[in-house]
């Protein structure tokens, strides 16, 4: 078995040679990217297919979705202990400059005590700054 298969079965989604594709491509690139980079990667491969690809991977806990100021979509690989819950929740950092967002997966958002009758769906937060690459 190899480790595509393991994740998708550890995480209940059933193996499509588009998964697999979709899967080995994030684990090499390990940094988030936007749909139409992967529309770009996978030139023959229908655009629905890939977002529902995507769509598949985030409901199991594969990846998570960031949504940057201009409400642009990208997604990054999920730590292995995540759930379809997303308990995986961290900050996102932003660079002003070459606009590469970064999973800040060290830190952990704080649970929120939110007023009586809020249900909490999602929570993100995004630093924006210089990235250490830009800085140098
Ligand atoms: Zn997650
Ligand atoms: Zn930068
Ligand atoms: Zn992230």
Known sequence: ???????????????TP???LLLEYLLQEQKPFGLTELENSF???DRTT???????????????????????????LCKEHCTTEHIDQHPHF?????????????????????PKGYLVQEITML??????????
């Open 1 to 15: 078995m190899t480790i595509i298969e393991k994740i998708l079965s550890q995480k209940a989604v059933r193996i």
């Open 18 to 20: 588009m998964r697999q």
């Open 43 to 45: 030139p023959k491969a």
């Open 50 to 76: 890939i977002y529902r690809t995507l769509k598949t991977f985030e409901e199991k806990g594969i990846i998570h979705s960031i949504y940057n100021k201009l409400g642009e979509v990208k997604y990054a």
């Open 94 to 114: 932003q660079c002003e400059q070459c606009k590469q967002v970064t999973c800040i997966d060290n830190l952990v958002i704080p649970k929120m005590e939110l």
């Open 127 to 136: 630093i924006k700054g210089i990235c250490s690459d830009c800085q140098q």
